[in-house]
C-alpha cells in the first residue's frame, strides 16, 4: 500500500503492532516504503479505546460458567477467551466482553515484546528509530 496521498506521516512505533495482535516480523509490518506500516497509526486509537475496557491476558474473571483466566482476547470484536479448571484438566470458552466480570486484573508488561528472534527485534527497532529520525527532520524543516 502506497501512502503518497498523506502530506504527514504519523510516527508508528513497534507498540502499536504489538497492542493490534499484528505479527513482530518486520516482513510482516513493513510496508512499501521499507518502514512500518503507516495504517497501523490510523487504527491505533480505536485499539486504545477497546483495550482500555477489556481485561488483559491472565486477568481473573467471573462469568456464566464460573472463575476463570483470560487466555486470549480478540480486541476489536470484543471477545474474551477464558480458561478454566475442572479438576486437573482445563477446558475453554469464550465469551462477550460485557459478558465478563473482572475480579483481579493482570499486570502487563509494555515493554516485553514477543518476537521470534534478536535479528528480528533489532530491524524493528531500527525501523522505529527511523521513523522517529523522519519525524523529527520533518519538523525541523516546517520550522
Same mark, same amino acid.
Given at each position: 500500500?502506497? %501512502?503518497?496521498?498523506?502530506?504527514? &506521516?504519523?510516527?508508528?512505533?513497534?507498540?502499536?503492532?504489538?497492542?493490534?495482535?499484528?505479527?513482530? *516480523?518486520?516482513?510482516?509490518?513493513?510496508?512499501? %516504503?521499507?518502514?512500518?506500516? %503507516?495504517?497501523?497509526?490510523?487504527?491505533?486509537?480505536?485499539?486504545?479505546?477497546?483495550?482500555? /475496557?477489556?481485561?488483559?491476558?491472565? =486477568?481473573?474473571?467471573?462469568?456464566?460458567? @464460573?472463575? @476463570?483466566?483470560? =487466555? =486470549?482476547?480478540?480486541?476489536?470484536?470484543?471477545?474474551? /477467551?477464558?480458561?478454566?479448571?475442572?479438576?486437573?484438566? &482445563?477446558?475453554?470458552?469464550?465469551?462477550?466482553?460485557?459478558?465478563?466480570?473482572?475480579?483481579?486484573?493482570?499486570?502487563?508488561?509494555?515493554?516485553?515484546?514477543?518476537?521470534?528472534?534478536?535479528?528480528?527485534?533489532?530491524?524493528? /527497532?531500527?525501523?522505529?528509530?527511523?521513523?522517529?529520525?523522519?519525524?523529527? *527532520?520533518?519538523?525541523?524543516?516546517?520550522?
Amino acid at each position: 500500500m502506497l %501512502c503518497f496521498f498523506l502530506g504527514n &506521516f504519523e510516527t508508528v512505533s513497534i507498540k502499536m503492532a504489538k497492542e493490534q495482535n499484528i505479527s513482530l *516480523n518486520p516482513s510482516k509490518i513493513s510496508g512499501n %516504503c521499507g518502514r512500518l506500516m %503507516c495504517c497501523l497509526k490510523y487504527e491505533q486509537e480505536v485499539y486504545e479505546e477497546k483495550l482500555s /475496557r477489556l481485561p488483559k491476558i491472565g =486477568a481473573i474473571v467471573k462469568t456464566s460458567e @464460573g472463575t @476463570g483466566e483470560v =487466555a =486470549a482476547v480478540e480486541t476489536l470484536k470484543e471477545v474474551i /477467551r477464558v480458561k478454566y479448571q475442572d479438576g486437573e484438566d &482445563f477446558y475453554f470458552k469464550k465469551h462477550e466482553a460485557k459478558e465478563v466480570v473482572v475480579i483481579k486484573d493482570a499486570v502487563v508488561d509494555d515493554d516485553k515484546l514477543d518476537v521470534e528472534n534478536a535479528e528480528d527485534l533489532e530491524e524493528l /527497532r531500527k525501523l522505529e528509530k527511523m521513523e522517529r529520525d523522519d519525524k523529527k *527532520n520533518t519538523t525541523q524543516e516546517d520550522i
